[in-house]
């Protein structure tokens, strides 16, 4: 594995390190903040953030995504400790920016994006999580708190040896009725946690 790791960088008012992994094809972002000994003693706040131009640069309303980013960021802004670590390559579940959009004339038409993704063949979430367990591994990191509502993400960390003594859920109080929807099919379809 390929790292460069220790920039600083400023965000949303915090002082955080950025680093960046790659092993073939997969990379990674890491924003992180705290020392080798917090990593390794603590119950580190951690979120695993699948990559999502479209709400996070292009600002589509049809997801998320960006509001669980944002929410994590300041999580960990307020934390002595933490690691965001953000993967590219999970763009429309693990299904590629392309299918991803594919799937948007679907969900235009009343599908969920689960459905929409199995209805062009493609399985409703490809995503895996080892190479952020190995990145969570390198930092020396054992134990975790965990921002998330997927309790596949929980399921995986666990699997790949962490410990999650901790769920911290990213609580999204957002009018918007398409988000609203989208919480709803998450449960439904994932058991997503959404409170």
């Given at each position: ?20 992994f790659?092993e ?18 603590g ?11 479209t ?17 994590a ?31 948007f ?22 995503r895996?999580?080892d ?19 997927s ?9 790949g ?25 998450k449960?439904?379809h ?6």
């Open positions: 594995m390929k790292k460069i790791i220790g920039i600083p960088v400023s965000l949303h008012g915090g002082e955080f390190l950025c680093a960046s790659k073939n094809e997969e990379e990674a972002l890491c924003i992180y903040k705290g020392t080798p000994e917090d990593f390794a003693n119950d580190l706040m951690v979120r695993i953030h699948s990559g999502c131009v709400s996070e640069v292009f600002g589509m309303e049809n997801c998320d995504c960006k509001w669980q980013l944002d929410r960021i300041e999580i960990i802004t307020l934390s002595t400790a933490g690691i965001i670590i953000y993967l590219p390559g999970h763009e429309g579940k693990g299904n590629g920016l392309f299918n991803k959009i594919r799937s004339e679907l969900q235009n038409l009343g599908l969920r994006s689960a459905d929409a993704y199995e209805m062009i063949g493609l399985s409703s979430d490809a895996k999580f190479f952020a367990i190995k990145i969570l591994k390198d930092f020396g990191v054992k134990c975790i708190k965990l921002i998330t509502n309790p596949t993400k929980i399921a995986a960390c666990v699997h040896g962490l410990v999650v003594s901790e769920r911290i859920p990213v609580v999204i109080n957002n009018p918007n009725k398409t988000i609203r929807q989208l919480l709803e099919n449960r439904q994932f058991n997503h946690f959404i409170y």
